[in-house]
Each structure stands twice: as structure tokens, then as C-alpha cells.
Nanobody, 123 residues
Framework: QVQLLESGGGLVQAGGSLTLSCAAS????????MAWFRQAPGKERDLVAR????????YYADYARGRFTISRDTAKTTVYLQMNSLTPEDTAVYYC????????????????WGQGTQVTVSS
């Protein structure tokens, strides 16, 4: 069993930055692909960024590429999402996901989830 706890959300002005953290308990992330998803009001949850077990080829949604950076610490216990140049369209609840399956296909349909952290970007 993996427990995930997100933090770092909040209110920020457009153009600002936030760093989200996802801390694991129960076991390390070492054997999991780690991802951040987000869900805006009235929209489906979608994949923002993802790291596989090797961390060699991070995946980013088109809107995140160049602005967001996913990383994890060397002890493999915390995953981060650095978000820069935020816009009101980035307003959403952001969720951390730990996926035991490395393939990107089906991401979001399995694994463990945190409770989410709210990010609100004001114009």
C-alpha cells in the first residue's frame, strides 16, 4: 500500500510560480511511475506530467512542456512539480499518482492517488 500526500498548492497571480510536492509513505516510489494529473471544474482529469521508473524520458502535456518540470528526490520519496508562468487556465486540483505499470497507455486508470491540492491562478 502506498499513501500519497500532496502539498504546495495555493493562490498565485498569473505569471507566478508554484512547486507542488507529493510525499510517499508505505514504500518508496522506486518501483512506480510517478505522475501529476489535474482536474479543472467541469472537466475530466488529465495527465500533466509523468516520470517512469528510470526518470530518463519525462512526459509532459503540450500545455505543460516548457513551463512545468517534474522531478523526484534521490531517495525516491518525494515527487515535485515545478510550475512556472502560470495562467488562469492552470487553475485546477492537482493530483499525484503512483503507477506500478510503466507504460503510458492507461495512465490514470490504475495505481494510487493522493487527495489533491488546489491551485488557483488569478488574472
Amino acid at each position: 500500500q502506498v499513501q500519497l500526500l500532496e502539498s504546495g498548492g495555493g493562490l498565485v497571480q498569473a505569471g507566478g510560480s508554484l512547486t507542488l510536492s507529493c510525499a510517499a509513505s508505505g514504500r518508496t516510489f522506486r518501483d512506480y511511475a510517478m505522475a501529476w494529473f489535474r482536474q479543472a471544474p467541469g472537466k475530466e482529469r488529465d495527465l500533466v506530467a509523468r516520470l517512469d521508473r528510470s526518470d530518463h524520458r519525462p512526459y509532459y502535456a503540450d500545455y505543460a512542456r516548457g513551463r512545468f518540470t517534474i522531478s523526484r528526490d534521490t531517495a525516491k520519496t518525494t515527487v515535485y512539480l515545478q510550475m512556472n508562468s502560470l495562467t488562469p487556465e492552470d487553475t485546477a486540483v492537482y493530483y499525484c499518482n503512483a503507477d506500478p505499470v510503466m507504460t503510458l497507455v492507461g495512465a490514470g486508470t490504475r495505481g494510487y492517488w493522493g487527495q489533491g491540492t488546489q491551485v488557483t491562478v488569478s488574472s
